[in-house]
């Protein structure tokens, strides 16, 4: 996603970018297809010295030169060392610091593990985040559940992208192989992700002719208990786990599948539903996550977190023929395309700008 989106704010008038991140040695990077973005990636073999953010620090040096015109550092995430040392950096260089949570401060993330989250509010989190000239939320429910933590700067509430691909039609290509029907769940294999939810009401449908197949990576230890729940309940020949995707591996799943369904208990936004649904496919995804507009717009089903929505929706999905998905994946296309990274992209310059003093409030912006 970052990749996408510097590509896209480069393109603006008048803004330069630069990309700082760190990584591992060896490890695969997307590369931005826009040469415009300058990037500078501090690697280590360390992965102590990763986990500290030790070599992100050693590049912030590097800040002075970004200076010579009015910068804003747009910091995304919380929590990581990485992060305070982005927020250190602008203090100490004098520029305005914009901070993006990506959810992390949504109710049930600061409920997980919350002792090392209480711990790190006491020690810079909460600091960081009043040092913050403004913060940026993808939907209205992440502004008022950041503002119930006390936070009173202006709040941008700027959605998530997508990127749209040339392709094979998508009909086309699922269809070809008629013999199974594909349910699919790509995202991160975290708790929070609700799959425990998922799995267990697979096991109540038991739909003939279907496979789930579950993609991403795994976090916090949790595909172990997953698959581990898969064969206690007997779904191993209906259950797949076909490991971390991208790129184009990552497309061709979502081309593949004919349901795509995401159980989670909280999003911020949830840019897998909107990648799903830029696909064609028909998404199931819970009041969790922000997409009351799947019913609005007649592209999917938003249910109540547990495991008998998921069985009901399930149901009722897996119950349309072809053509009806097919229908309801067409007019996902239609809608999420107004998630485009240029109209996000310039919606962020207008606050950088604002925020440089160099424009009016954008009307995204909340200050109350």
């Known amino acids: 996603m970052a990749v996408e989106f510097t590509d896209a704010l480069v393109c603006q008038p008048a803004v330069e970018v630069t990309l700082l991140t760190q990584a591992g040695d060896g490890d695969s990077l997307i590369v931005s297809c826009n040469e415009n973005v300058k990037r500078i990636i501090a690697t280590s073999k360390s992965k102590v010295g990763l986990q500290m953010g030790i070599p992100f620090k050693s590049i912030l040096r590097e800040m002075d030169s970004l200076c010579s015109i009015p910068t804003v550092l747009h910091s995304h995430g919380v929590w990581l060392p990485l992060n305070h040392w982005a927020c250190q950096g602008a203090h100490r260089a004098g520029i305005p610091l914009i901070i993006q949570p990506h959810g992390m401060l949504e109710p049930w993330a600061m409920n997980f593990k919350a002792y090392k989250k209480r711990l790190a509010m006491a020690l810079f989190q909460r600091r960081d985040l009043q040092n913050a000239h403004a913060l940026i939320a993808t939907s209205l429910s992440e502004c008022e559940n950041i503002r119930n933590l006390g936070f009173r700067q202006p709040i941008a509430v700027i959605r998530n992208g997508v990127k749209f691909h040339d392709q094979e039609p ?42 789930l197949k579950i993609a991403g990576p795994d976090e916090s230890g949790h595909l172990q208990e997953v698959m581990a729940l898969v064969k206690k309940l007997g779904l191993e020949s209906s259950v797949e786990y ?24 909280t999003e911020n936004f949830g840019v897998v539903v909107a990648e799903a649904l830029a696909h064609g496919v028909p998404v199931i995804t819970t009041r969790g996550a922000p997409w009351a507009d799947l019913e609005t717009f007649r592209c999917g089903w938003w249910v109540d977190i547990g495991v008998e929505p998921l069985v009901q929706a399930l149901r009722e999905a897996i119950g349309l023929n072809d053509d009806e998905r097919q229908a309801m994946g067409q007019r996902g296309q239609e809608f999420i395309r107004r998630y485009d990274w240029d109209d996000i992209a310039r919606q962020t310059v207008e606050v950088y700008r604002w925020v440089l003093g160099q424009g009016a409030k954008p009307d995204c912006v909340y200050v109350d």
């Open 170 to 211: 998508t009909s086309q290509l699922r269809y070809k192989e008629r013999d199974r029907r594909t349910v699919l769940f790509l995202s991160r294999v975290h708790p929070i992700k609700g799959l425990i939810n998922l799995v267990r009401a697979w096991a109540n449908l038991a739909p003939r002719g279907w496979c």
């Open 242 to 265: 076909v490991g971390e995707v991208d790129g184009e591996r990552k497309s061709l799943l979502y081309r593949r599948a004919d349901i795509f369904v995401l159980p989670t208990f």
